[in-house]
Each structure stands twice: as structure tokens, then as C-alpha cells.
């Protein structure tokens, strides 16, 4: 079936180092590809995300790429801050209407 | 404007016990689900609805029993609680009938099974 794997986290990193979280995906077809955010003690919230392959997401400084011949959808950022620590989610849109997501990977910004 | 609202937020039971999670959204949305989310597992599809009167199985469908009469509403049922099934539930919802629509999320029920 269709599923989401993610690298592991936490993360932790310095204020404006460069961010990767890595997500890779399995699925029939050609999902719809998201990345979410949850913010502590909140909801998820979606932070981008791309529709068919070569696509590029991007929001709040934040870029992903839809890779089909790696499926593949990692998540970047050039220059984090202390305000994107939280918890970030990779989600495909499957087959039959199903959303499936990612084990999320935790991120923490020290200033 | 509402969104999704989950109820109620908090909720102990004891082992054995049932009872219900109300989901509610505003937003006209075809498509709800009803997730788990334990540490380290991620979120963890239970079941979804593509619309109303219609009900399927997701990742962990084991324990749990869905309905969805009206469109607005998803309701997630635990007919005799486990310790198992301590967790965060969070429903959401979608639509149109699109499968690159966002999903937009309620604040999460936290429950306990003693």
C-alpha cells in the first residue's frame, strides 16, 4: 500500500543553518505530495506542496521538489530560525482519497 | 469561520468504557479522516469518509467504528477502550473531490485509558 517514510529526527540546529528533512514515498500512481507543520500543543497546518512530478512547493522560505525517478519529496531551507522548530510532516494524497503521512521528524532551532 | 472542531479535547476513560469523538466542520468538505498520533509513529490513518454516508478503513482500523450521516460531521467510536488506544486523536477535513485539495485540521482530543 501506499506509505511515507521520513528521516528521523529530532534535528537540531543552530539559528540560519541550512535545513534537509529527507521524505521518501511509495505509492501507486502519481500522488499529490504535501509537507505539514505542527506547531507544539496544535493542529497540523499544511506548509507546501506539489501536484505532478518536477513540481516545486515553496512557502515561508521553505522548497520542496517532486522527484518521480526518486520519489522523492525533501524538504529545505536555507537560513532556519528559532520560530521553525516544530514538528514537520510528509504527506502523499493516495488512492481511493486516502491521505497518508509521514512518521514526522522533529525540528529544534537554537539561537 | 469555524474550520474543524473537535470534541471534547480531554477525555479519561476507564478500560472497557465507550464513548465518542465528534468531528464538525464548516467548510462544505467532501472528505474527512480520523487520525492517530502516538510518539514516534507519526500520524496513523484510522478510517476516512469520501463523503457523506460512506465510511472506509485506514492504516488502524482495529478498535474503532466511524459514522458519517451527515455531511458536516465524522464521528469515531470506541465501543470498549484499551490502554492501547491512549493517544491524540486529530480529524480533519478536505474537499473538493480533488486529490491535491489541503486538508485542514481540528485541535486534537487527548485520551487517556486507565
Known amino acids: 500500500g501506499d506509505s511515507v517514510t521520513q528521516m528521523e529526527g529530532p534535528v537540531t540546529l543552530s539559528e540560519e543553518a541550512f535545513l534537509t528533512i529527507n521524505c521518501t514515498y511509495t505509492?501507486?500512481?502519481?500522488?499529490?505530495l504535501f509537507w505539514y507543520v505542527q506547531y507544539p500543543g496544535e493542529g497540523l497546518q499544511l506548509l507546501l506542496k506539489?501536484?505532478?512530478?518536477?513540481d516545486k512547493g515553496s512557502n515561508k522560505g521553505f522548497e520542496a521538489t517532486y522527484r518521480k525517478e526518486t520519489t522523492s519529496f525533501h524538504l529545505e531551507k536555507g537560513s532556519v530560525q528559532v520560530s521553525d522548530s516544530a514538528v514537520y510532516f510528509c504527506?502523499?494524497?493516495?488512492?481511493?482519497?486516502?491521505?497518508?503521512f509521514g512518521q514526522g521528524t522533529e525540528l529544534s532551532v537554537k539561537p | 469561520n469555524a474550520g474543524v472542531t473537535q470534541t471534547p479535547k480531554f477525555r479519561v476513560l476507564k478500560t472497557g468504557q465507550s464513548m465518542t469523538l465528534l468531528c464538525a466542520q464548516d467548510?462544505?468538505?467532501?472528505?474527512m479522516y480520523w487520525y492517530r498520533q502516538d510518539p514516534g509513529m507519526g500520524l496513523r490513518l484510522i478510517h476516512y469518509?469520501?463523503?457523506?454516508?460512506?465510511?472506509a478503513k485506514g492504516e488502524v482500523p482495529d478498535g474503532y467504528n466511524v459514522s458519517r450521516l451527515k455531511k458536516q460531521n465524522f464521528l469515531l467510536g470506541l465501543e470498549s477502550a484499551a490502554p492501547s488506544q491512549t493517544s491524540v486523536y486529530f480529524c480533519?477535513?478536505?474537499?473538493?473531490?480533488?486529490?491535491?485539495?489541503?486538508?485542514?485540521f481540528g485541535q486534537g482530543t487527548r485520551l487517556t485509558v486507565v
Open positions: 467548510m462544505n468538505h467532501e472528505y
Open positions: 469518509s469520501v463523503g457523506e454516508g460512506t465510511t
Open positions: 505509492a501507486t500512481g502519481y500522488p499529490s
Open positions: 504527506a502523499l494524497s493516495g488512492e481511493g482519497g486516502k491521505l497518508i
Open positions: 506539489a501536484t505532478k512530478a518536477d
Open positions: 480533519a477535513s478536505r474537499g473538493p473531490r480533488a486529490p491535491n485539495t489541503e486538508a485542514f
